[in-house]
């Protein structure tokens, strides 16, 4: 066999075994494989889709993120409606409170009263001095004379007075209502923003389930393809150990005709594939362990998937639709959309700064205190007032104006900014999609390539066996199946992540987006 | 048997130097050869196999010895069962041996079996499975050439293609020309050449260096398959039927858990990785449990021969 040929392989399975390494690292620290504690479980996909939304922590902060800013936009929603306060209240004083009125004098003028004369008549009633007498009534005319009373001038004095307003102990209930009944937009732009917020975070969230989905399904995948990589590796050892061991015996035991330097080639081939195989048994821990660790299972956790092969599936669709789906279900495009809408909201409440602002207002109470005079009468112990009041702006230094300008400018840098990422997506499924097209190529390539391989190494045997072929050939041929399957499995893998790509970019499962051939 | 090739052009030309695959194939697997099946038993004894020289014929014997030391630590690595090959120089003394019951199994070609056929138990055949396993041997001529029956070839250039599968070989042609009453193969060909080397018999007939060869089917399709135009340009005028010609037999009598030990050793042994690199590095297919109807075929051929060979008896003896 040809040591090249050996290299070959060797170098291939390395290159793929530090892209095994690579992969597995993808994963935010991932942790390094370990000697795992608990026994591996065996999972399909689905299942492993399933542990992850149940286990991963990035899902709950997510999910707490939408319950932040839904809470948000109904705190929002809060200032259209009144806002009625009750309060009630137990208090004692030292003392009652008093007030006292200070000592003073009255002064009183001197005075004149003037009493005119005239005459009027008086009826004595019948036995009104005595029995009999007079017997009857009788009228008498009576006269009097005018005259004239003068009084001096007179000075009273009046002491100081200590007058108690209420007993010390009370019991006071209030309730009182504020109602905002013109704000000039403002909370209308409050209520954007939150909204704004809301479907910010919502389309957060999706982005994380798309994007532990992607993470999921390629680790899972990659796992698959490590086992059938160093199952491979294992295969291809087994094959090279046996001819070692032959060599090692002819060299040894035979008839001279293989020499040392045959048999040490064959042992450097050999060790060669071993540290390769060891490498691929590295990566495939390493896999299963990243993949317990995305799915959100404890560090010593194992998880082994149980597909046996990365499935495939051949696509047609074109760019053009793939691009329109992601703008519609892009997480990212999402977010902008929600952005330009709390911006919208934000000069809403900005320019609500010119207007006036205009409130009902009401307040309604009741007292309890012992006293009943003083302050604390029956009138002042229950009572009720409305009223309505405006705030006018009229002159802030600019502050509104430059707050209006402000948020007009966010809004602009936004719209840019989309445009931006408007490109940007096109760009990314544009790239995703030729990548995927040229996998699909590379994958039909590699298939005709392992079908060619193994039709070569049968075909090879066959002819050995028939002394048409040397020995050499059979081993090359073996070698190149086991590099072309190895390929092929690579793009087949390949396949998959980036489908998976492509559907965190659309934003969607990219096999609903795209028609399957049978 | 092909010349030994000493190039040293590369790490996997040792085994081409080996003086082919031969050795190896021979003691090993689908050929009669040898190798040395020795299942462990309980108490500890060997199963014991033999293998006759005359059928390696002139591969080195230290270089099969080596590749039977890799067969039997791959059989007792992968299946616990040993392999304890023995090689005798002839039938004769696997005949006494097996008479003396010093041998439990025995790796042969149907000539052997029929010669020591009365101390083998022929209910348990292990040979190559499937249509692959079967032998079958095909007499080529050039299309265009003019030759459409054997009756044909006569005077004409005739190789054989000699290799331990083509055994019967001799005795299938002889039958054939007896049964048109033709003579003798020496006499009936103007020459007659043979060759371990496949390309070396197939294709002077194709080049028309050649006018007839006799080979096997297997490598005729092999060949073909290689270079599609050997079989537009070739045309088989003839063909044998379809036979076993190599298998591992037991003793009469030889039972017990090491029998079906061993059974199950060689006829699982593709299961492994290891096992299918060695049966494709000492070219044999997949063996199978069989019985004695399997050698029907090889045997009528065989009884044949003898006829015609005790009619040319008899008539020299007249003559």
Known sequence: MSYACVRILCVSLSTTALWMTSLAAQPAAAPAPATSASAPQVLSLDDCL?????????RPA?????????????QALAGYWPQVNAKAGWFRMDEAPNFVFPASNMYIPSQTVTVPG???????????????????????????????????????????????????????????????????????????????????????????DLELTDSVVRLYYGAVLARQLHQLGQDTLARMEVTLELTESLYKNGAGRVNKTDYLDNVVMVETIRSTVAELAKNEAAAQAALAYTMGLPWDATVVPSSEEVPHRPFAGNAAELVSSAYEFNPDWAKVEAGLKALDGAVSTARSGYYPKIALTGEVHRWWNDYTTGTATTRNKTGWTIGAGAEIPIFDGFLTKNRVSEALARVAKLKEEKLLLREGIGLQVRELFLSLEAA??????????????????????????????????VIRAQLFEALMSAQFYKTRYDHVAIESQLSVVIGKEVRERITSKP | MSKPDYRTDSAGGWIERLSRRRAISLALGANPTFSGVLAL???????????????????????????????????????????????????????????????????????????????????????????????????????????????????????????????????????????????????????????????????????????????????FETMCELNPQVARDLRVIASSPQMVLSFYIFRKNYQGLNRQKVIKAISG??????????????????????????????????????RVRAQRGSAARKG
């Open chain 2, 41 to 219: 038993s309980q108490d500890g004894v060997p199963v014991r196999l033999a293998l006759s020289e005359s059928v390696v014929g002139d591969v080195n014997l230290n270089d099969a010895r080596a590749a039977m030391k890799v067969w039997i630590s791959l059989i007792t690595k992968e299946l616990n069962v040993l392999i304890d090959p023995k090689l005798f120089s002839t039938t004769q003394e696997i005949y006494d041996r097996m008479h003396h019951g010093d041998l439990d199994a025995v790796a042969l070609n149907i000539l052997e079996y029929r010669q020591i056929a009365d101390l083998l138990d022929s209910t348990q055949i292990v040979a190559a499975g499937g249509p692959a396993g079967l032998e079958q041997y095909l007499i080529l001529v050039k299309k265009g050439g003019g030759f459409r029956q054997l009756s044909d070839l006569k005077g004409k250039r005739f190789c054989t293609l000699k290799s331990p599968r083509m055994c019967l070989a001799a005795d299938w042609l002889a039958t054939m020309l007896e049964e048109g009453h033709r003579g003798p193969a020496d006499q009936f060909f103007s020459s007659m050449s043979v060759d371990a080397k496949f390309s070396r018999v197939v294709l002077p007939v194709f080049f028309g260096q050649s006018d007839a060869c006799l080979t096997s089917k297997r490598g």
């Open chain 2, 269 to 306: 042994l593709r299961n492994t990785t290891a096992g299918q690199q060695l049966a494709t590095l000492f070219q044999f297919d997949e063996l199978t449990l069989r019985d004695a109807g399997c050698l029907t075929s090889a045997l009528a051929i065989l009884d044949a021969a003898d």
């Open chain 1, 440 to 473: 699909s190529k590379t994958y039909q390539a590699a298939e005709r390539a392992m079908v060619a391989a193994r039709e070569n190494r049968e075909l090879t045997s066959r002819a050995y066996q028939n002394e048409l072929v040397d020995t050499e050939k």
């Open chain 1, 62 to 74: 997510s999910r707490f993120a939408v319950a932040i800013a839904e809470a948000q936009h109904r």
């Open chain 1, 118 to 208: 005239g005459s009027t008549s008086v009826t004595i009633p019948a036995n009104a001095f005595g029995p009999g007498f007079p017997p009857v009534a009788v009228q008498m005319p009576v006269s009097f004379p005018g005259q004239s009373i003068t009084t001096n001038a007179q000075v009273f004095p009046v002491p100081e007075q200590d007058v108690k307003l209420m007993d010390p102990q009370s019991v006071t209930a209030t309730g009182n209502f504020t109602w905002l009944l013109f704000d000039g937009g403002m909370r209308s732009g409050y209520r954007q923003q939150a909204l704004g917020g809301k479907m910010a975070a919502q389309a957060e969230l999706r982005r994380t």
């Open chain 1, 50 to 58: 399933r542990i992850t939304f149940e286990k991963n922590h990035r």
